[in-house]
């Protein structure tokens, strides 16, 4: 995607989304022990536990923040889609948003520009970024100590609703604003106020979601109800 160009900015913190992977099997649902990466040495000894499973099923943290990037999908902003996705400590979701403009403000009749020569009709002094949408569209009483995933790192009005929430970690996926002065700021109070924050590089390049796959199943009979989306396949293509 190209408004994610320039990512490369924050190299030193990069992480390979590594630094969960143990508790992130842990948080699963269901029984998840011994389901570790799949390949090689980690498998021996399982014995018939997990037989025949899938292993291109997407980890959480590909999934998490493949739902951040799906939901910006819903942004009209001609330039920059960015999307969020809250998730509590049990790996559920808790919230989701996107950029847009506030609730009643029609879309049609608000300035869409970034720059202009007259600020009231450029759009940064109106859209509701995605951070603050998704921890206000919360369907729980709180967000206290959540993590939150990014398309792009929050900027300093974001890292406010971030740090007064009670969010404790931000995993984003692009830092192309590194240098600019709001991006400073944000990373100068959530220092202080000991938000962790850091990029998370999907393990899948592409995720693809093909609406039209059921069609080519072998296990099309078995789905009774043509709306059904459960054998809908995501994967790498
Ligand atoms: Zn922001």
Redesign the pocket.
């Known amino acids: 995607m190209d408004r994610l160009k320039g990512r490369g900015k924050g190299v030193g913190r990069r992480e390979r989304g590594g630094g969960r992977e143990g508790e992130e099997e842990k948080g699963g649902r269901g029984s998840r022990k011994g389901e570790r990466g799949g390949e090689g040495e980690g498998r021996k000894g399982l014995g018939v536990r997990g037989k025949g499973k899938r292993q291109d099923y997407l980890e959480w943290p590909d999934y998490f923040m493949a739902i951040a990037f799906l939901s910006a999908q819903r942004s009209k902003d001609p330039k920059t889609q960015v999307g969020a996705c809250i998730v509590n400590e049990e790996k559920k979701i808790v919230g989701i948003g996107y950029n847009g403009m506030p609730v009643g403000c029609d879309d049609d009749l608000m300035p869409w520009n970034r720059e202009g020569e007259n600020v009231l009709e450029t759009k940064r002094l109106y859209v509701c970024?995605a951070?603050?949408n998704a921890v206000l569209n919360k369907n729980s009483a709180d967000v206290k100590n959540c993590s939150i995933y990014v398309a792009l790192f929050?900027?300093n009005?974001?890292a406010k609703v971030v740090i007064q929430s009670g969010i404790k970690e931000v995993i984003y996926y692009s830092d192309k604003y590194h240098d600019k002065p709001e991006f400073k700021a944000s990373r100068r109070m959530m220092d202080l106020a000991g938000v962790k924050y850091r990029q998370y590089i999907p393990k899948k390049k592409k995720i693809v979601i093909d609406f039209s796959v059921i069609e080519r199943q072998d296990s099309l009979q078995e789905v009774t109800n043509g709306s059904t989306m459960e054998n809908l396949k995501i994967g790498d293509s």
Request: charged residues 30%; hydrophobic residues 15%; aromatic residues 0%.
């Open positions: 970024h951070e603050l929050p900027c009005e974001c």
